[in-house]
């Protein structure tokens, strides 16, 4: 006896009667049969149990779902009261991930983003170098500038202090070969029975002075 047949006989049903059309047949999460002779589940639809011996019941009071995940409930035995909107809840879930995936997206792009922000410009790298370079240089030339002003004022300062010297040395030949009109004794103050000292030196004329440096060196 196949499906159908077993159907009809629980359902009290013989082949001489009128022949009633189960149309919808599915199996919950326990694996009890359901079937109704709806097109399709439904609310108000009948719904019955498919026992193992072929014969149906009522399907009692409560909340059920089929193996496809369609969730419906019985508030009176046999009858389908409502159904549960199990693809809203399937849709918000699928726009959840969507709305994840976006976000992840919109992160990558904002990490790409910052990634290219901060990539190493060499040219602007080198720019900054040759800015540096270019103060420094003119840094030190400044300086090297200012240190050969210094030299030459140094060595001017030389020059004139050299000439002085010249100058001075030519004056002490000049007097050293000028005749005196008048012997110098140099050496009056050594007939005091000591030595020349300061006080004596002062007191002496600066011809004097030169002559008694040049005779006692």
């Not at 149990?49 to 508030?75: A, C, M, N, R």
């Amino acid at each position: 006896m196949d499906l159908k047949q077993q159907i009809l006989v629980a359902l009290g049903l013989d082949k001489q009667e009128e022949s009633v059309n189960l149309e919808f047949q599915a199996k919950l999460e326990d694996g009890t049969i359901i079937v109704s002779t709806a097109e399709s589940l439904e609310a108000g639809a009948d719904i019955s149990v498919l026992t193992e011996d072929g014969t149906t019941i009522l399907l009692p009071v409560g909340e059920y779902k089929t193996e496809e995940g369609q969730g419906f409930s019985v508030e009176v035995e046999g009858v389908v009261a409502e159904l549960y909107e199990e693809e809203v809840v399937e849709e918000e879930a699928e726009e959840e991930v969507v709305e994840e995936e976006a976000s992840k997206e919109d992160m990558e792009e904002e990490t790409i983003e910052e990634t290219e922000a901060v990539e190493f410009d060499s040219v602007a790298f080198m720019d900054e170098v040759k800015s540096v370079v270019v103060d420094l240089m003119g840094n030190v030339n400044t300086e090297i500038e200012t240190l050969k002003s210094e030299l030459a004022s140094l060595k001017s300062d030389n020059e004139e202090l050299s000439s002085e010297k010249e100058k001075l040395s030519a004056q002490v030949v000049e007097l050293s070969n000028e005749p005196a009109a008048k012997p110098v004794d140099t050496n009056k103050f050594s007939a005091l029975g000591r030595e020349t000292t300061q006080r004596d030196l002062s007191k002496m004329t600066k011809r004097q002075r030169i002559l008694y440096n040049i005779t006692n060196k």
